[in-house]
């Protein structure tokens, strides 16, 4: 079995926007030497699968058929999501510890740690209620 066989994906969505409107030049330049090493020593390690920074404007799509569509995320909000992290980790300890240590958190961010499954939730139990209704 290869090491990645064992491993799951783990999902960090990184909360938070303009978190750095009140830091000086110097904060600012201290929190980016300190994620940058975080950065580069989860790629190092080859936990990272992926990660992206997400732009302030985009759309939010709702209603039967996308009926409704508004301008979107409100990039103003504390729970506005900045960007993301794929993780390749052996589990959610594991990820979670990953986030503990993200800088960010220091300047007012969270981060939500989430798995990434085979299939959501809700298509499995549709697919239970079909197969035990052709039963």
Not at 10 to 23: A, Q
Not at 95 to 109: D, E
Request: with cysteine; proline share 4%; charged share 20%.
């Amino acid at each position: 079995m290869s090491d990645n066989a064992a491993k799951t994906h783990y999902l960090l969505l990184i909360r938070g926007t303009h978190w750095e409107d009140e830091l000086s030049p110097e904060q600012i330049q201290e929190f980016m030497g300190q994620f940058t090493a975080w950065h580069e020593r989860l790629t190092n390690e080859g936990k990272i699968v992926t990660a992206h920074p997400l732009a302030s404007e985009g759309k939010l799509v709702s209603g039967k058929n996308g009926s409704s569509v508004a301008d979107g995320p409100y990039a103003e909000s504390k729970e506005a999501v900045g960007g993301f992290f794929l993780l390749q980790v052996d589990s959610c300890e594991e990820a979670t510890a990953i986030a503990q240590a993200n800088p960010i958190l220091n300047y007012g961010g969270s981060i939500e740690v989430r798995p990434v499954i085979a299939q959501c939730s809700t298509m499995q139990r549709a697919s239970e209620m079909l197969a035990s209704s052709t039963k």
